[in-house]
């Protein structure tokens, strides 16, 4: 843990500057509600803001006040790059190596500007000039809200800032059930509350918002796709690209299969593997002391929270299944007593 705000970062921000928010490639709640969190507060203070993310994200989280001017680096990278350059301070949210934000990563470490670290996860690269960083933090976006606060900034966080920071909590903490949920977390929810959010309404934002084909997708993964190994307490969901594109795959609509399986008596281990065009990606979950940040760093170039990862695979989707299998019967003693 390092929550420590520099003396150096505290002159810079008495100014108005030019500030650049970068986040991780394909944002999810965190690190869209992060960035346009800490973006509505700064610009209060009258700081020229860009939020910058390496791609596109889902339309459930589009909604949020500042979503219009974000930059996805995939679609406008000359307009980036011209921002990160131009960067007097870069703020890194919600990721701990500069390979998670894709290209961008060479273009905030080229960059002249000073960098922050506000994050959550574990085993943070040295990149930045100030860090703020705790791993027992629910969210990246409950570190946003603790970073205003000792700033002695409270009194400038508005609705609009308030929506963001509550979106990345309440994403992050899977709606306050994981184990990273601790009494701040609903001190903090409650302080957001009370500046006038519509707590109820940002929930059905989020998570009803379901497609017809987004909830025909689920079903197929849970009936059709879904491999339990009831002696180990593992399972796995892999769907193709072809799968995929058969009910019209939209960014976000694959999110939160991955926990399904962990619903089941004896699962203490779950993943969810999705064919991507130049690789296949997958996601970790777990219950328990089985750390699948270990499991990811070791087996698929990824790695994450204790209970929540991710990772990546360079070899064909039928390869990595059998190379999944044979690692779920191998490490089967490790899941059982997780």
């Known amino acids: 843990m390092i929550r420590k705000i520099e003396p150096e970062l505290r002159e810079l921000l008495k100014a108005p500057k030019k500030i650049v928010i970068t986040t991780h490639k394909n944002p999810d709640g965190d690190a869209i509600g992060s960035s346009l969190g800490l973006s509505n507060w700064l610009k209060k203070y009258g700081h020229d803001v860009t939020v910058v993310t390496p791609n596109p994200y889902p339309e459930f989280l589009q909604w949020m006040s500042g979503n219009e001017n974000v930059l996805k680096f995939t679609q406008n990278q000359d307009e980036a790059a011209k921002q990160i350059e131009k960067a007097e301070l870069i703020f890194c949210l919600d990721f701990n190596t500069l390979s998670r934000i894709a290209e961008l990563g060479a273009l905030v470490e080229q960059a002249n500007a000073y960098r922050v670290l506000i994050d959550h996860h574990p085993q943070p690269d040295d990149f930045s000039n100030s860090i703020y960083w705790d791993t027992s933090a629910s969210s990246t976006a409950e570190l ?15 609705v609009d800032a308030a929506e963001c920071i509550y979106s990345g909590i309440l994403t992050d903490s899977g709606s306050f059930r994981f184990s990273s949920t601790s009494s701040r977390t609903h ?5 957001l509350i009370d500046i006038g ?10 998570n009803s918002s379901s497609s017809e084909n987004r909830l025909k997708l689920l079903g197929y993964a849970l009936y059709e796709k879904m491999k339990v190994f009831p002696g ?12 995929l594109k058969r009910f019209n795959f939209q960014k976000g609509d694959t999110e939160g299969i991955v926990n399904y399986p962990l619903s089941i008596g004896k699962v203490k281990f779950s993943i969810l593997i999705t064919e991507q ?4 990606k997958l996601s970790f979950r777990s219950v328990g002391s089985y750390s699948v940040n270990k499991f990811a760093r070791a087996y698929f170039n990824g790695g994450g929270h204790e209970n929540a990862a991710g990772g990546r695979s360079d070899v064909s989707l039928e390869e990595t299944i059998e190379k999944l299998e044979a690692l779920i019967i191998e490490n089967k003693q490790a899941i059982k007593n997780g």
Do not use: C, P, W
Not at 144 to 158: A, S
Not at 187 to 191: D, E, G, P, S
Not at 197 to 206: E, K, M, N, S, Y
């Open 144 to 158: 946003i809200y603790d970073f205003i606060e000792e700033m002695g900034g409270f009194d400038k966080l508005d």
């Open 187 to 191: 001190h903090i929810a409650a302080a």
């Open 197 to 206: 959010i519509d707590h109820t309404a940002i929930f059905d934002r989020i």
């Open 232 to 243: 180990i307490g593992a399972a796995y969901i892999a769907l193709s690209q072809e799968e």
């Open 277 to 280: 065009d130049n690789e296949v």
